[in-house]
């Protein structure tokens, strides 16, 4: 079973950074796509950015051009820096991997618990 621990989250002015962390750990044989998402306060969980198993990535057009993400595959960890925050920012922000856990498992969409990010004007 692969598990993935969200970490970096929290309370920023308007403008500021933060780096968020998603660490995968258990029994992880192999992890293709990274993606992250979040959910804001009333609102459905939107997507935010993806990677590709061969780095590529992707944005949300609300967040291009201040967000990246990036992976460290010896770390088995995903990031995304958050730069030039805004407070329509603010959500519980996820981060969802496929990956195996074993040689023989199929191919599963595992999910993070989540960290607050929290913008103010």
């Known amino acids: 079973q692969v598990h993935l621990v969200e970490s970096g989250g929290g309370l920023v002015q308007a403008g500021g950074s933060l780096r968020l962390s998603c660490a995968a750990s258990g029994s992880v044989f192999s992890i293709n796509a990274m993606d992250w998402y979040r959910q804001a306060p009333g609102k459905q969980r939107e997507w935010v950015a993806a990677l590709s198993r061969d780095g590529s990535p992707n944005y949300a057009d609300s967040v291009k051009g201040r967000f990246t993400i990036s992976r460290d595959n010896a770390k088995k960890t995903g990031y995304l820096q958050m730069n030039s925050l805004i407070v329509d920012d603010t959500a519980v922000y996820y981060c969802?991997?496929?990956?195996?856990?074993?040689?023989?498992?199929?191919?599963?969409?595992?999910w993070g618990q989540g960290t607050q990010v929290t913008v103010s004007s």
């Open positions: 969802a991997v496929d990956a195996k856990a074993y040689r023989a498992d199929p191919i599963t969409t595992y």
